[in-house]
């Protein structure tokens, strides 16, 4: 049982999570207002499709409808949408970046995460990938490659380039 426990990853990983969260908070008040401009867009094909409308009345409603879908997924409100969108979308990133920096949030998440637990001085077996007689183990031989040695996990971790973990 590791009960190891670094207390500032697991700070960093709190702080991750909160910034995730309000990442994901934005996302979540952006993603409803696409869906209905979505639905509304295609709502007016269907009816220039089926119904006796004025089409360039549709055609430019829908050219309006596209410029807001574009900025609220890509941040960039234009002077051609909706005063609407523009106020939703002031100083705030689209729905694309937002999606990015969840990803990334929940990369570093689970990196602080695993360094919460990861224990530097835990020794495990290791692979000497490095080119020949790059490495000299701490009892004095040249490690030789494809050679397995024992290391600290902060070792492997220093040398990750020369080394790598046997499973």
């Not at 696409?34 to 089926?50: F, G, P, W």
């Not at 929940?106 to 790059?134: I, L, M, S």
């Not at 290391?151 to 020369?162: C, F, G, K, S, V």
Request: proline content about 5%; aromatic content about 6%.
């Amino acid at each position: 049982m590791n009960d190891y426990r670094d207390p500032v990853a697991e700070r960093e990983a709190a702080k991750c999570l909160d910034l995730l969260t309000t990442v994901q908070q934005s996302l979540d008040a952006l993603t409803p207002e696409r869906d209905r401009l979505v639905a509304k867009r295609d709502a007016i094909r269907e009816a220039m499709r089926t119904r006796d409308v004025n089409i360039d009345e549709c055609t430019r409603q829908i050219e309006v409808i596209e410029t807001d879908i574009r900025a609220i997924e890509n941040g960039y409100p234009t002077s051609t949408g909706s005063p609407a969108v523009w106020k939703l979308m002031e100083g705030k990133p689209g729905i694309t970046s937002l999606e990015r920096r969840i990803a990334q949030l929940r990369a570093e998440h689970a990196e602080w995460q695993r360094r919460a637990t990861w224990n530097p001085d835990a020794k495990g077996q290791y692979r000497f990938v490095g080119r020949y007689a790059n490495y000299t183990h701490p009892d004095g031989h040249r490690v030789m490659p494809g050679e397995v040695v024992e290391l600290t996990n902060r070792q492997a971790e220093n040398w990750r380039d020369l080394f790598e973990p046997v499973s």
